[in-house]
T-cell receptor, first 112, second 111 residues
Framework: SQQGEEDPQALSIQEGENATMNCSYK?????LQWYRQNSGRGLVHLIL?????REKHSGRLRVTLDTSKKSSSLLITASRAADTASYFC????????????FGQGTRLTINP | DTEVTQTPKHLVMGMTNKKSLKCEQH?????MYWYKQKAKKPPELMFV???????INESVPSRFSPECPNSSLLNLHLHALQPEDSALYLC??????????FGSGTRLTVV
């Protein structure tokens, strides 16, 4: 079963605009991670935010975490065509061992 | 070396074939994972190995058989697959509490 929901499922914007994707999850977490996937290949880790953090930045990426609402958002500023990809949030669940469980993902298209 | 290497990149196999997917990492990560991903869906966890021992099996059919020969290698043995098993198979590794590193995947087609 999947841990979370992402919103929107698909987003299409013009190059240079900002893109915001939201993620909700169900259980308590240790950390929340965001990944990018191009054209159905491997996932690339973007950013990890721990449960005691509220906001984190990495280059053009800004992630927020609200543990009271069990939600997170990913903001990509000044989007570029190369940002076109699917973006997934993921949380770690402890069931004996750790397992990373993904949300449904947002398909982002940047139009030139 | 900060990569997870998966081979082969593409595989076409018949329903009576036996094949294996391979995954290798040299980052010293002690946890390794197999995920299955169908088109336009998120990756779904299949198996977790922790310190070379199978820790989690997400009720995967026995036609998928994982193996961890050592701390750097992870195999997925395939036998008598069905067409619905066609998917992208992703391997990943991690250190506890940190991000996961994914391979580029094996695109499997069962005919």
């Amino acid at each position: 079963s999947q841990q979370g929901e992402e919103d929107p499922q698909a987003l299409s914007i013009q190059e240079g605009e900002n893109a915001t994707m939201n993620c909700s999850y169900k259980t308590s977490i240790n950390n929340l991670q965001w990944y990018r996937q191009n054209s159905g290949r491997g996932l690339v880790h973007l950013i990890l935010i721990r449960s005691n953090e509220r906001e984190k930045h990495s280059g053009r990426l800004r992630v927020t975490l609200d543990t009271s609402k069990k939600s997170s958002s990913l903001l990509i500023t000044a989007s570029r065509a190369a940002d076109t990809a699917s973006y997934f949030c993921a949380t770690v669940i402890i069931q004996g061992a750790q397992k990373l469980v993904f949300g449904q993902g947002t398909r982002l298209t940047i139009n030139p | 070396d900060t990569e997870v290497t998966q081979t082969p990149k593409h595989l076409v196999m018949g329903m009576t074939n036996k094949k294996s997917l391979k995954c290798e990492q040299h980052m010293g990560h002690r946890a390794m994972y197999w995920y299955k991903q169908k088109a336009k869906k998120p990756p779904e966890l299949m198996f977790v190995y922790s310190y070379e021992k199978l820790s989690i099996n997400e009720s995967v059919p026995s036609r998928f058989s994982p193996e961890c020969p050592n701390s750097s290698l992870l195999n997925l043995h395939l036998h008598a697959l069905q067409p619905e098993d066609s998917a992208l198979y992703l391997c990943a590794s991690s250190q506890e509490g940190y991000s996961y590193t994914f391979g580029s995947g094996t695109r499997l087609t069962v005919v």
